[in-house]
C-alpha cells in the first residue's frame, strides 16, 4: 500500500508561523472506491488567507490549502485518470477525494480547463482563485472609472499585481503600494503601474497628496491597517474600497491599532466592502474567459515565485507571509 | 439701524473647543432690499458636524450652524413675515437672507410645515436634520429587516435616539451604546431599547457577545474609533454599517488610534458606507411624513436639552461635544 505525505499542525500559530509549527506526516492511501479519484499535487499554493483562516487550523490537523494535482486513478465518471484538477485538500501531496460525497463548493474538485499553452501553475494564481479574486473584487465591488484614480495594496503580490493591471486595462490611472523596491520596480516597469511607492521609506500621506492630489477614487486593499488609514484619508468623494485582505495584521500577535477612518469614511461618502471570492463561486469562469485573452495578448503580466519540492511548503508559507514572493507563490511538488 | 448678535471664530479650535475661542460680535442690520427677508433666531441648533466641518472654521468668520428663525420682515414672494424658516445661516440671531440668491441648498431657507402642535425646536430635532439623518441613513444605507440586531453608538445622541427607535419599530431588536448610565437608563426605560450599555464602564466586545451570540447585523455608527472596532469585530457575514458621525476623535488633537478592523470586513464581507444627509435633500419630507405620525402616536419619543440664551451657544456646543446632552441640544435664543 503507497501512502500520501502531509503536512500537520504541531502547534498553533503565535505571530508568525515557524517551521516548527508543521510536522511531515504520512498516510497509508486507502484502496479507491467507487466514486472515488486519487490524486497526485503538482503545485501547492500557498496564500495569506491559509493565515487567517484560523478556523481551520488545529493541532494534529492537515495544514489548509488549495493545489493543482493530476487524476492518477479514478473511478468516478467525469474525472478522467490523466485530467488534471484544483482542490482545496490542503497541504498534501496524494489525496483520494470522494468526488460523490463532495457537497461543499471547495472541496469538489474542479477540473482545469484547456490552458492554451499556459502553464498548468496558473491554475492557482491568475487563472484561479487569486485571478478571480481581483477580477471580481476589483469590477464589481468598485466599478472602476476610465480615468479614475486607484489605489491597489500589496500591489506585488498575487491578486494585488492582477488587480491593478485590470485596473490599468479599463483606463484607470493606477497606483501601487508594495514593501521593497524591487516590487515598486517590478509593477511600475514590467506591470505598467503608472506610480508605485514602497511603504516602508515613503509617508504614504504626501506621496498620495503629491501624485493624487484630487483625491483617489477606488481602492483595493490587499493589507489594511496603517497604509490603508493613509489611503482612505486621501480618497475623494464617494469614492469605493474593496477589502479583500487584511495582511498587515495576520501575524500580529497583539491587537493591531491603526489611525481611525470613519470621520473620513463620514465627510467623504466613502462605501468599504470586504468580499470573499465564494461570493462569485458559480461566475469564475467569466473571470478566466477575460483574463485568459489578456494574457496571450501580452496585455496582462503575470509573475509566479516557485519553491522546489514539497518538504519545504511551510518555508514558502512564511516566505510569502514575509512578503518575499513577486506575483503569486507556488511550490512544485 | 438695529443690529444682529454673532460667535464669530477668534481663535481655531485645538482639542475641546474653549469659550475663548468665539466672541460675540455685532453687526449693523441692513434695510432690506427686494428679494430679502430679515429673520430672528428662535432656536440655534449646536452640532457634532459644526466641530468636524473645519472648512467652516476661520478665525474672523461666524461660527457655522442651523437655526429656526421667525420672519419678521419679508421683501421676498413665498416667505411671508410670521412664518418660520430654518436656515444655516451660523450662530447669529438676527439675519438678512437674499432668497433671490440664495443657490445652495443649504442657505437657501426652508419653511418649517405645520408642525400639528408638537414644538417648533423639533425643526432643528426629530423633525429637521437629526430626524432625516437617522431615517435615511438607517432605512437607506443599513436595510433592517424585522428580526435582525442592530446596534447603535451614541445611543442617547441627537440622531441616535431616532435611528434606534426607528429600528424598534422597523422589528429589529436594538442594542445601544451611550457614555453614562443615566442616557443607558433613559434608552432602555424610555426609548425602550431591548439593550444598552455605558462604554466607559463596559467591557464592549464582551458585552455583545453576552446579548448578541449570533452577531450583528446592523450598525450604526455615530462616533467611531474604539467603539466601532469592538462592535465591528463582532459582526455578522454580510452585515451593514452607516458610519453617521465620528465624535469620539472630533476633539482629538493627535491622530486617534484604534484597533485594526479591516480583517472583520474581509472574513464576514462587512460593507461600511459613511453619508452625510443632503444625499437625500430632495426627500426629507419623507422622513417627515413617517416621523410625525409616530411622534404623535407615542412609538417614536424625543428628547431635547435645551440651554437658555444665545449668550450661552458656546457652552451648550461644548456641553454637546462632552455628552451632556440627552437628545437633541438646542439653544433657546
Not at 491559509?50 to 474525472?79: F, K, L
Not at 474538485?109 to 478571480?132: E, K, Y
Not at 467623504?268 to 477575460?290: I, K, N, P
Request: net charge neutral; proline share 4%.
Amino acid at each position: 500500500m503507497s501512502k500520501a505525505r502531509k503536512f500537520v499542525i504541531t502547534r498553533l500559530f503565535k505571530g508568525e508561523p515557524k517551521v516548527s509549527d508543521f510536522k511531515l506526516d504520512s498516510e497509508d492511501i486507502p484502496v479507491l472506491q467507487d466514486g472515488q479519484i486519487l490524486c497526485e499535487a503538482e503545485f501547492i499554493s500557498v496564500d495569506p488567507y491559509q493565515r487567517a483562516y484560523t478556523e481551520g487550523h488545529g493541532v494534529g490537523r492537515t495544514m489548509i490549502g488549495s493545489q493543482v494535482a493530476r487524476i492518477v486513478e479514478s473511478r468516478a465518471d467525469g474525472y478522467p485518470a490523466g485530467r488534471y484538477v484544483v482542490g482545496a485538500w490542503g497541504w498534501r501531496d496524494r489525496t483520494v477525494v470522494d468526488v460523490a460525497n463532495a457537497d461543499k463548493d471547495f472541496l469538489l474538485p474542479i477540473l482545469v480547463p484547456d490552458l492554451g499553452g499556459l502553464p498548468l501553475s496558473l491554475s492557482l494564481g491568475v487563472l484561479g482563485m487569486p485571478g478571480a479574486t481581483a477580477y471580481f473584487g476589483l469590477l464589481d465591488i468598485c466599478d472602476p472609472k476610465p480615468g479614475e484614480v486607484v489605489v491597489v495594496s500589496g500591489a506585488a503580490g498575487a491578486v494585488g499585481s492582477i488587480a491593478g493591471q485590470i485596473a490599468r486595462i479599463k483606463g484607470c490611472r493606477v497606483i501601487g503600494i508594495a514593501g521593497s523596491d524591487v516590487k515598486v520596480k517590478w509593477v511600475k516597469e514590467d506591470l505598467g503601474f503608472d506610480q508605485a511607492f514602497n511603504y516602508k521609506t515613503v509617508n504614504l500621506d504626501k506621496a498620495l497628496k503629491e501624485v493624487a492630489p484630487d483625491g483617489v477614487d477606488v481602492y483595493f486593499d490587499n493589507v489594511g491597517g496603517e497604509q490603508s488609514s493613509a489611503v482612505i484619508a486621501n480618497m475623494r468623494h464617494r469614492g469605493r474600497i474593496a477589502v479583500c485582505g487584511c495582511i498587515s495584521v495576520y501575524n500580529e500577535s497583539q491587537v493591531a491599532v491603526a489611525p481611525v477612518i470613519q470621520m473620513h469614511v463620514v465627510s467623504r461618502e466613502l462605501r468599504m466592502e470586504g468580499f470573499v471570492v465564494a461570493r462569485w463561486s458559480g461566475r469564475w469562469d467569466e473571470a478566466f474567459r477575460e483574463l485568459g485573452p489578456w494574457i496571450r495578448e501580452g496585455r496582462l503580466k503575470y509573475r509566479e515565485t516557485v519553491t522546489d519540492g514539497f518538504v519545504n511548503t511551510p518555508q514558502a508559507f512564511i516566505g510569502m507571509l514575509r512578503g518575499e514572493n513577486l506575483g503569486k507563490a507556488v511550490v512544485k511538488v
